[in-house]
């Protein structure tokens, strides 16, 4: 779980430079991860239903095939891109098509592993070691851009690695993962009880809300629409909080090229830092604020508005890369509020029989968030720099406006 989401996101954290130095328009580089995260909504619930009939362990070593073949096939042809043996837009054309390979099979392992170790734990173990999965995934998403930029290679020979080198490291990882799953993890093709759940697409500031663990234990008893009365204001609340933050977060890598006016490969170290930043302002909001204030739902929604909010603008007119880290680490803290308040509010507002079908619905919204988003987000870019991060701000103060109407009256 881990090494799916690290890789995936690592590559997230160097396109932007390998977009810049390939000469290739921005708003094909989020393309080609919005491509990506519409292949993996679309897939995941697919594979997560077809794990329970054709057995765990085949889905997970097909969801790490599809990861590491992905990878490679990205290395591959960047590096020719890169040194030359490949028109550029050649060379992305084809990275696209690994993106597509990654969307398509990577999105079966997630729910797999799920099933998997859930049929292995008592009930009253289960939550806690599917809260260590989710854990794992999370995590990955915060691994992959704080050591992706710090992964990039030099030349082997007359052969310049450069920007590919993290998709060869963590093809490499995927590969040895995949022996090791092939070699240790045991045949589960008997009948079994439990289940997985599709899991939100990896993404640069999309860690994991817990949804996916709740709608692979709770009841499904009750199913729940996206406009069901009960639920319908969270699900808003979460469609525009993940648009801003896949917008902000996907755009990052170009400001910070931009606003510093170095080569993009020179770039990265700051990128990371930037990055970093961001992550462990999350953490410390959803590790710690949050246990220690107890807030409520709508509280934790408002407050994350608010930080979000003044982060974005403070991101926006930024002009130095102190500037830039401290306005995405605010606007990470509104980000770290906002997505457990969402996914604990839509949760709060139903009975037990439909906590299962509400916890897939909130983990659709968080995954249909990275397909539109970042493409939004960098194509604004391109028209002004600032204009995502005030576009973001700016649908964050409806939000908060809203949020105080909707949610007294509820």
């Known amino acids: 779980m881990l090494t799916i989401a690290a890789g995936n996101t690592a590559l997230q954290s160097v396109l932007p430079a390998l977009g810049r130095s390939l000469g290739v328009a921005d708003s094909a580089v989020a393309a080609a991860f919005s491509v990506s995260a ?4 679309i897939a995941a619930p697919f594979w997560a239903n077809r794990s329970d009939r054709r057995g765990r362990r085949a889905m997970v070593l097909l969801g790490l095939c599809g990861f590491t073949l992905s990878l490679f096939v990205c290395a591959i042809f960047l590096m020719a891109g890169i040194n030359g043996w490949i028109a550029p837009t050649a060379a992305f054309v084809a990275f696209v098509g690994g993106r597509m390979i990654y969307g398509s099979l990577g999105a079966a392992a997630p729910p797999a592993v799920q099933a998997m170790v ?8 289960r939550t806690k070691a599917l809260a260590l999965l989710g854990s794992a995934f999370g995590l990955g998403t915060i691994l992959g851009p704080a050591i992706g930029p710090y ?3 030099g030349s082997i020979g007359a052969v310049e690695v450069g920007l590919s080198g993290p998709a060869y490291l ?3 990882f995927g590969l040895a993962m995949t022996i090791i799953v092939w070699r240790l993890l045991p045949d589960d093709r008997s009948p ?14 999309g860690q994991s809300s817990g949804a996916a663990i709740a709608a692979a234990t709770q009841s499904r008893a009750e199913p729940v629409g996206f406009f069901d009365p009960r639920i319908r204001a969270w699900m808003i609340i979460g469609l525009v909080m993940g648009h801003a933050q896949a917008m902000t977060g ?3 890598g170009f400001l910070v090229i931009d606003r510093l006016g170095v080569p993009p490969i020179e770039a990265l170290g700051a990128t990371g830092i930037v990055l970093m930043i961001g992550a462990g302002a999350s953490l410390l909001v959803q590790w710690g604020f949050i246990p220690l204030l107890k807030l409520r739902p709508a509280a934790l929604i408002l ?3 608010i930080f979000a909010a003044l982060g974005c603008v403070a991101v926006g007119s930024a002009v130095s890369l102190y500037g830039i880290a401290m306005g995405f680490g605010l606007a990470s803290m509104g980000f770290g509020f906002l997505r457990p308040g969402f996914t604990a509010g839509a949760s709060l507002a139903v009975g037990p029989a439909a906590q299962g079908s509400v916890a897939g619905k909130v983990t659709s919204v968080n995954g249909a968030a990275f397909v539109l988003g970042p493409s939004i987000g960098v194509g604004l870019y391109e028209l002004w720099h600032p204009l995502p991060y005030l576009v973001a701000a700016g649908a964050l103060v409806v939000l908060l406006a809203y949020s105080w109407v909707a949610l007294r009256r509820g």
């Open 170 to 172: 963590f093809g490499l």
């Open 151 to 153: 992964l990039v290679l």
């Open 303 to 305: 407050a994350g508005c």
């Open 118 to 125: 859930a049929g292995q734990t008592t009930r009253e173990e």
């Open 250 to 252: 996907q755009a990052i």
């Open 38 to 41: 519409l292949l993996w909504v």
């Open 192 to 205: 079994s009880e439990t289940h997985g759940a599709a899991q939100s697409y990896p993404s640069i500031g």
